[in-house]
């Protein structure tokens, strides 16, 4: 199963909006409601921001929305934050019992 | 709280074998999926293995398909991953994580342990 693609990096100013794209094809992000978003600051463990798509896990602030068209999912991290900067990767069930994740971003706050 | 911490970790040859264990905490374990995701020194995560809550469910990646065996022991709130054939490409560190759903691992996994850094050389 290959990787999702995810640009790899992103950057906004404090405040600003910043937009990261995953994509997939039919067999993956297009096939099923299955993609989750992580964020992972560095040295540290990943962390659940987005799952079923769109919906934030419990203590998610609303700064951070998720979003799926055809083959591609997209997060949205709006009022960018200092503490915002750090990788984050997409996920999605890939069919045959199996998950993927994406290449990841980097995001940087100016 | 939901505690997950990895422990088995370290240096294996190259054909090899290594068990990662997993022990968790502070939810109704046997009542969720679990995973093991890894991560490559400096690269992006690599989906591993599932388990069902009941055990009788695994998954694999093709890359590990008939080299890792994942399982559960829901008396000890334990969950192993065992590791054959080692290669050195599989050098990385080990996550466990729980799934968000008691239904199935892949609408997210919202816990993850600390990781167990495992390298696999001669």
């Known amino acids: 199963q290959s990787a999702l693609t995810q640009p790899p990096s992103a950057s906004g100013s404090p405040g600003q909006s910043v937009t990261i794209s995953c994509s997939g094809t039919s067999s993956d992000i297009g096939g099923y409601n299955y993609v989750s978003w992580y964020q992972q600051h560095p040295g540290k463990a990943p962390k659940l921001i987005i799952y079923?798509?769109?919906q934030r896990p419990s203590g998610v602030p609303d700064r951070f929305s998720g979003s799926k068209s055809g083959n591609t999912a997209s997060l949205t991290v709006s009022g960018l934050q200092a503490d915002d900067e750090a990788d984050y990767y997409c996920s999605s069930y890939a069919g045959n019992f199996q998950g993927v994740f994406g290449t990841g971003t980097k995001v940087t706050v100016l | 709280e939901v505690v997950l911490v990895e422990s088995g970790g370290g240096l294996a040859q190259p054909g090899g074998s290594l068990r990662l264990s997993c022990a968790a905490s502070?939810?109704?374990?046997?009542?969720?999926?679990m995973a093991w995701v890894r991560q490559a020194p400096g690269k992006g995560l690599d989906w591993v293995s599932g388990v069902g809550g009941d055990g009788t469910v695994t998954h694999y990646a093709d890359s590990v398909k008939g080299r890792f065996i994942i399982s559960r022991d829901n008396s000890k709130r334990m969950v192993f991953l065992q590791m054959s054939s080692l290669r050195a490409e599989d050098s990385a560190v080990y996550y466990c994580?729980?799934?968000?759903?008691?239904?199935?691992?892949?609408?997210?996994?919202?816990?993850w342990g600390q990781g167990a850094l495992v390298t696999v050389s001669s």
């Open positions: 994580a729980k799934s968000h759903s008691e239904v199935s691992l892949y609408p997210g996994l919202d816990y």
């Open positions: 502070g939810f109704t374990f046997s009542s969720y999926p």
């Open positions: 079923a798509v769109s």
